[in-house]
């Protein structure tokens, strides 16, 4: 069994910030890339930030130059530094990954979710 277990979420004002946290746990061999994505109410879910095992970084538009991915492969996490949030961040974020457990073929899992309101 995979499990996403997610965190930091919550309310926050306008200019604040966040730090989300994803790790992968249970039984597994390998994790790929890793990736948050959000949706908000009424809006189709959307990429905020990738990473990939060796560390190479990709960005949704919206968050370009704001947010910054990271992760530590020896603990099996990934963090979404969230610095300047705006209200049109609001929405909730979801942790991805692509994992291989023993024996059989990579597969994309998602975290539980975790919601972030920026509001005044």
């Known amino acids: 069994q995979v499990q996403l277990v997610e965190s930091g979420g919550g309310l926050v004002q306008p200019g604040g910030s966040l730090r989300l946290s994803c790790e992968v746990t249970?039984?597994?061999?390998?994790?790929?890339?890793m990736a948050w994505y959000r949706q908000a109410p009424g809006n189709r879910r959307e990429l905020v930030a990738r990473?990939?095992?060796?560390?190479?970084?990709t960005y949704g538009s919206s968050v370009k130059g704001r947010f910054t991915i990271y992760r530590d492969n020896a603990k099996n996490t990934v963090t979404l530094q969230m610095p300047i949030l705006k209200p049109e961040d609001t929405a909730v974020y979801y942790c991805?990954?692509?994992?291989?457990?023993?024996?059989?073929?990579?597969?994309?899992?998602w975290g539980q979710g975790t919601q972030v309101t920026v509001s005044s």
């Open positions: 249970g039984n597994f061999v390998a994790i790929n890339n």
């Open positions: 991805n990954a692509d994992v291989k457990r023993n024996g059989e073929v990579w597969m994309n899992y």
């Open positions: 990473i990939t095992h060796s560390g190479s970084e």
